[in-house]
């Protein structure tokens, strides 16, 4: 094909932002929003110091527990990309019921580690595949059934993640990715009626695991 046939081809894909070349991801400040959808495990019936409910009564498992609902979960993040291998990112993050009677949330600051560059040239690939973990503070809500209780509770305290990567650039701007996350929630207060100051400490971080596939649209700065 002539150079004449192939120049509006050019021009046709760089007006759609699409590369006519591999491109990598470029090094420096990127932000990224994500939507997807989160499962969740959790326990029930949480032992907590000094509550004042008896963990005997019928109630006390749907009232002092961590297996909220599921559901649409969305993402912001912004990062650093550094000589194609590391970046550190901010991110906030959470998922909830489509009734918005149940949620979680989490701030974590993340580490992700890009380990294609050390066997694929950086400007040689569009693809890319990361690793990352993180680390935050989490907060959830949850409405117990209504004939136990109408007013909503809660709980807090500190959160891990980690995760799976992959990325395509499509233009030298933007990229589109699939990340699949785990986070490992470390609840530590509960949180009765925060208007009232009425929260209790657990001796024990309940086990709660959430799963979290999204699709990600991230914008090179």
């Given at each position: 094909?002539t150079?004449r046939r192939?120049a ?20 420096g ?24 409910l008896?963990?005997?009564l019928?109630?006390y ?13 969305i ?11 590391v970046a550190?990112?901010?991110a ?6 489509f ?17 294609l560059?050390?066997f694929i ?10 690793l990352?973990?993180?680390a ?11 004939d136990v209780?109408?007013?909503g ?17 499509l233009g030298d701007?933007v990229?589109?990715g699939?990340d699949?996350?785990?986070v ?19 001796p024990?971080a ?8 999204s ?7």
């Amino acid at each position: 094909m002539t150079a004449r046939r192939l120049a509006p081809m050019t021009a046709l894909l760089l007006a759609l932002g699409l590369p006519s070349a591999a491109l990598a991801t470029p090094d420096g400040g990127y932000f990224a929003l994500g939507l997807g959808a989160a499962s969740v495990s959790g326990d029930r019936g949480v032992p907590l110091d000094g509550f004042f409910l008896n963990e005997s009564l019928a109630d006390y498992p749907a009232l002092v527990r961590t297996d909220f609902d599921g559901g649409m979960a969305i993402e912001l993040r912004f990062g650093y990309l550094i000589e194609g291998l590391v970046a550190p990112e901010i991110a906030v993050h959470g998922h909830g019921s489509f009734d918005f009677d149940a949620g979680a949330g989490q701030v974590t600051f993340n580490l992700r580690y890009h380990p294609l560059e050390h066997f694929i040239a950086h400007d040689s690939r569009a693809f890319d595949a990361n690793l990352y973990v993180g680390a935050g503070y989490a907060i959830a809500g949850f409405h117990p059934d209504e004939d136990v209780d109408e007013d909503g509770k809660g709980w807090e305290g500190m959160s891990w993640s980690l995760g799976l990567g992959f990325g395509y650039q499509l233009g030298d701007r933007v990229s589109l990715g699939l990340d699949l996350k785990v986070v490992l929630p470390r609840y530590a207060t509960y949180i009765w009626d925060r208007d009232d100051g009425r929260e209790y400490e657990a001796p024990e971080a309940p086990e709660t695991l959430f799963v979290v596939p999204s699709l990600q649209l991230v914008f090179h700065l």
